[in-house]
Antibody, heavy 118, light 110 residues
Framework: QVQLVQSESELKKPGASVKISCKTS????????INWVRQAPGQGLEWMGW????????TYAQGFTGRFVFSFYSSASTAYLEIAGLKAEDTALYYC???????????WGQGSLVTVSS | QSVVTQPPSASGTPGQTVTISCSGS????????VNWYQQLPGTAPRLLIS???QRPSGVPDRFTASKSGTSASLAISGLQSEDEAHYYC???????????FGGGTKLTVL
Protein backbone atom coordinates (compact mmCIF):
# COMPACT_ATOMS: atom_id res chain seq x y z
CA GLN A 1 0.00 0.00 0.00
CA VAL A 2 1.07 3.56 -0.62
CA GLN A 3 2.72 5.23 2.35
CA LEU A 4 4.48 8.49 2.98
CA VAL A 5 6.28 8.44 6.31
CA GLN A 6 7.87 11.61 7.59
CA SER A 7 10.62 12.20 10.08
CA GLU A 8 9.90 13.00 13.69
CA SER A 9 9.31 16.39 15.28
CA GLU A 10 12.22 18.77 15.69
CA LEU A 11 12.97 21.54 18.16
CA LYS A 12 15.41 24.08 16.79
CA LYS A 13 16.87 27.41 17.81
CA PRO A 14 16.45 30.50 15.66
CA GLY A 15 19.04 30.62 12.91
CA ALA A 16 19.52 26.86 12.79
CA SER A 17 18.58 24.58 9.91
CA VAL A 18 16.29 21.57 9.74
CA LYS A 19 15.91 18.79 7.19
CA ILE A 20 12.65 16.85 7.08
CA SER A 21 12.40 13.55 5.27
CA CYS A 22 9.43 11.97 3.52
CA LYS A 23 10.01 8.28 2.82
CA THR A 24 7.63 6.83 0.29
CA SER A 25 6.72 3.24 -0.47
CA UNK A 26 4.17 1.22 -2.38
CA UNK A 27 4.47 3.03 -5.70
CA UNK A 28 6.98 4.17 -8.31
CA UNK A 29 8.57 7.22 -6.68
CA UNK A 30 9.47 8.86 -9.99
CA UNK A 31 5.91 8.76 -11.32
CA UNK A 32 4.35 11.16 -8.83
CA UNK A 33 5.31 14.67 -7.79
CA ILE A 34 5.97 15.44 -4.15
CA ASN A 35 4.36 18.57 -2.77
CA TRP A 36 5.11 20.29 0.52
CA VAL A 37 2.38 21.93 2.57
CA ARG A 38 2.77 24.04 5.70
CA GLN A 39 0.25 24.39 8.49
CA ALA A 40 1.04 26.94 11.16
CA PRO A 41 -0.48 26.35 14.60
CA GLY A 42 -4.25 26.76 14.43
CA GLN A 43 -4.07 27.87 10.81
CA GLY A 44 -5.00 26.51 7.40
CA LEU A 45 -3.02 24.75 4.72
CA GLU A 46 -0.41 26.59 2.68
CA TRP A 47 1.19 25.10 -0.40
CA MET A 48 4.94 25.54 -0.38
CA GLY A 49 5.78 24.11 -3.76
CA TRP A 50 6.51 20.86 -5.48
CA UNK A 51 9.30 18.60 -6.61
CA UNK A 52 9.32 16.92 -9.98
CA UNK A 53 10.73 13.54 -8.99
CA UNK A 54 11.34 12.65 -12.62
CA UNK A 55 13.50 15.64 -13.58
CA UNK A 56 14.54 16.75 -10.11
CA UNK A 57 13.26 20.26 -10.71
CA UNK A 58 11.83 22.02 -7.66
CA THR A 59 9.22 24.77 -7.89
CA TYR A 60 8.73 27.07 -4.93
CA ALA A 61 5.60 29.03 -4.11
CA GLN A 62 5.78 32.72 -3.36
CA GLY A 63 7.07 33.19 0.14
CA PHE A 64 9.08 30.00 0.08
CA THR A 65 12.10 31.01 -1.92
CA GLY A 66 15.60 31.43 -0.60
CA ARG A 67 15.57 29.52 2.70
CA PHE A 68 13.63 26.47 1.54
CA VAL A 69 15.10 23.62 -0.49
CA PHE A 70 13.34 20.56 -1.90
CA SER A 71 15.48 17.56 -2.74
CA PHE A 72 15.21 13.82 -3.09
CA TYR A 73 17.18 10.62 -3.12
CA SER A 74 15.53 8.49 -5.76
CA SER A 75 17.10 5.18 -4.83
CA ALA A 76 15.67 5.57 -1.33
CA SER A 77 12.30 6.86 -2.62
CA THR A 78 12.68 9.70 -0.18
CA ALA A 79 12.07 13.41 -0.53
CA TYR A 80 13.46 16.12 1.71
CA LEU A 81 12.57 19.61 2.80
CA GLU A 82 15.37 21.70 4.24
CA ILE A 83 14.77 25.05 5.89
CA ALA A 84 17.72 27.30 6.67
CA GLY A 85 17.92 30.30 8.95
CA LEU A 86 14.93 29.20 11.00
CA LYS A 87 12.65 31.86 12.45
CA ALA A 88 9.95 31.64 15.07
CA GLU A 89 7.34 32.00 12.35
CA ASP A 90 8.59 28.78 10.73
CA THR A 91 7.04 26.90 13.65
CA ALA A 92 4.50 24.68 11.93
CA LEU A 93 3.51 21.24 10.81
CA TYR A 94 5.06 20.37 7.48
CA TYR A 95 3.38 17.77 5.28
CA CYS A 96 4.55 16.01 2.16
CA UNK A 97 1.89 14.83 -0.27
CA UNK A 98 2.03 13.19 -3.66
CA UNK A 99 0.04 13.98 -6.75
CA UNK A 100 -0.01 12.97 -10.39
CA UNK A 101 -0.25 15.53 -13.15
CA UNK A 102 -2.64 18.22 -12.01
CA UNK A 103 -4.58 15.93 -9.76
CA UNK A 104 -5.36 16.17 -6.08
CA UNK A 105 -2.97 15.21 -3.33
CA UNK A 106 -4.07 11.64 -2.84
CA UNK A 107 -1.62 10.48 -0.19
CA TRP A 108 -0.11 12.53 2.60
CA GLY A 109 2.62 12.04 5.14
CA GLN A 110 1.66 12.21 8.79
CA GLY A 111 3.30 15.61 9.20
CA SER A 112 6.52 16.76 10.85
CA LEU A 113 6.28 19.39 13.55
CA VAL A 114 9.08 21.93 13.55
CA THR A 115 9.25 24.16 16.59
CA VAL A 116 11.61 27.14 16.53
CA SER A 117 12.32 28.55 19.94
CA SER A 118 15.29 29.90 21.86
CA GLN B 1 -5.96 36.47 2.72
CA SER B 2 -6.42 33.48 0.41
CA VAL B 3 -7.41 34.00 -3.23
CA VAL B 4 -9.95 31.23 -2.68
CA THR B 5 -12.46 31.92 0.06
CA GLN B 6 -14.51 29.65 2.27
CA PRO B 7 -16.79 30.40 5.20
CA PRO B 8 -14.80 29.90 8.41
CA SER B 9 -17.47 27.75 10.00
CA ALA B 10 -20.50 25.62 9.30
CA SER B 11 -22.70 23.46 11.47
CA GLY B 12 -25.50 20.97 11.35
CA THR B 13 -27.25 18.30 13.34
CA PRO B 14 -26.92 14.56 12.74
CA GLY B 15 -28.77 13.48 9.63
CA GLN B 16 -28.88 16.95 8.10
CA THR B 17 -27.27 18.07 4.87
CA VAL B 18 -24.59 20.74 5.10
CA THR B 19 -23.09 22.63 2.20
CA ILE B 20 -19.70 24.37 2.23
CA SER B 21 -18.92 26.92 -0.44
CA CYS B 22 -15.63 27.82 -2.09
CA SER B 23 -15.35 31.02 -4.10
CA GLY B 24 -12.52 31.88 -6.45
CA SER B 25 -11.87 33.60 -9.73
CA UNK B 26 -11.33 32.97 -13.41
CA UNK B 27 -7.65 32.21 -12.86
CA UNK B 28 -8.21 29.39 -10.38
CA UNK B 29 -11.60 27.71 -9.97
CA UNK B 30 -12.89 29.22 -13.20
CA UNK B 31 -10.28 27.47 -15.30
CA UNK B 32 -9.07 24.52 -13.24
CA UNK B 33 -10.36 21.57 -11.29
CA VAL B 34 -11.25 21.85 -7.62
CA ASN B 35 -10.19 19.35 -4.99
CA TRP B 36 -11.59 19.04 -1.49
CA TYR B 37 -9.74 17.83 1.59
CA GLN B 38 -10.97 16.74 4.99
CA GLN B 39 -8.76 17.20 8.03
CA LEU B 40 -9.95 15.42 11.16
CA PRO B 41 -8.61 16.79 14.45
CA GLY B 42 -4.96 15.93 14.94
CA THR B 43 -4.56 14.15 11.61
CA ALA B 44 -3.16 14.84 8.17
CA PRO B 45 -5.52 16.06 5.46
CA ARG B 46 -7.26 13.46 3.33
CA LEU B 47 -8.36 13.85 -0.28
CA LEU B 48 -12.15 13.84 -0.23
CA ILE B 49 -13.05 14.97 -3.74
CA SER B 50 -10.84 15.35 -6.80
CA UNK B 51 -11.48 16.92 -10.20
CA UNK B 52 -14.56 18.85 -9.00
CA UNK B 53 -16.77 15.88 -8.20
CA GLN B 54 -14.84 12.58 -8.14
CA ARG B 55 -14.76 10.58 -4.94
CA PRO B 56 -11.58 8.55 -4.36
CA SER B 57 -12.03 4.98 -3.31
CA GLY B 58 -13.22 4.72 0.28
CA VAL B 59 -14.96 8.07 0.46
CA PRO B 60 -18.65 7.62 1.32
CA ASP B 61 -21.19 8.76 -1.22
CA ARG B 62 -22.60 11.10 1.41
CA PHE B 63 -19.91 13.49 0.19
CA THR B 64 -20.69 15.17 -3.10
CA ALA B 65 -19.28 18.24 -4.77
CA SER B 66 -19.90 20.44 -7.75
CA LYS B 67 -18.44 23.42 -9.57
CA SER B 68 -20.07 26.23 -11.46
CA GLY B 69 -18.13 29.10 -12.95
CA THR B 70 -15.76 30.46 -10.33
CA SER B 71 -17.39 28.73 -7.37
CA ALA B 72 -17.53 25.23 -6.00
CA SER B 73 -19.40 23.55 -3.20
CA LEU B 74 -19.16 20.46 -1.05
CA ALA B 75 -22.30 18.84 0.30
CA ILE B 76 -22.36 16.38 3.16
CA SER B 77 -25.62 14.52 3.54
CA GLY B 78 -26.71 12.33 6.44
CA LEU B 79 -24.35 14.28 8.69
CA GLN B 80 -22.54 12.17 11.28
CA SER B 81 -20.53 13.12 14.33
CA GLU B 82 -17.38 11.77 12.72
CA ASP B 83 -17.74 14.36 9.95
CA GLU B 84 -16.68 17.04 12.42
CA ALA B 85 -13.48 18.33 10.83
CA HIS B 86 -11.92 21.13 8.82
CA TYR B 87 -12.67 21.10 5.11
CA TYR B 88 -10.45 22.78 2.52
CA CYS B 89 -10.97 23.42 -1.15
CA UNK B 90 -7.97 23.81 -3.44
CA UNK B 91 -7.38 24.72 -7.05
CA UNK B 92 -4.49 25.50 -9.35
CA UNK B 93 -3.93 29.25 -9.66
CA UNK B 94 -2.76 30.19 -13.15
CA UNK B 95 -1.39 33.62 -12.14
CA UNK B 96 0.75 32.17 -9.36
CA UNK B 97 1.50 28.94 -11.22
CA UNK B 98 0.77 27.00 -8.07
CA UNK B 99 -1.87 25.49 -5.85
CA UNK B 100 -4.01 27.65 -3.62
CA PHE B 101 -6.04 26.41 -0.68
CA GLY B 102 -9.14 28.02 0.69
CA GLY B 103 -8.87 29.19 4.27
CA GLY B 104 -10.77 26.16 5.48
CA THR B 105 -14.19 25.62 7.00
CA LYS B 106 -14.61 24.13 10.44
CA LEU B 107 -17.64 21.88 10.46
CA THR B 108 -19.33 21.34 13.80
CA VAL B 109 -21.89 18.60 14.28
CA LEU B 110 -24.27 19.83 16.96
Amino acid sequence: QVQLVQSESELKKPGASVKISCKTSGYNFNTYAINWVRQAPGQGLEWMGWLNTNTGKPTYAQGFTGRFVFSFYSSASTAYLEIAGLKAEDTALYYCARNYGGGGFDYWGQGSLVTVSS
Amino acid sequence: QSVVTQPPSASGTPGQTVTISCSGSSSNIGSNNVNWYQQLPGTAPRLLISANNQRPSGVPDRFTASKSGTSASLAISGLQSEDEAHYYCAAWEDRLNGWVFGGGTKLTVL
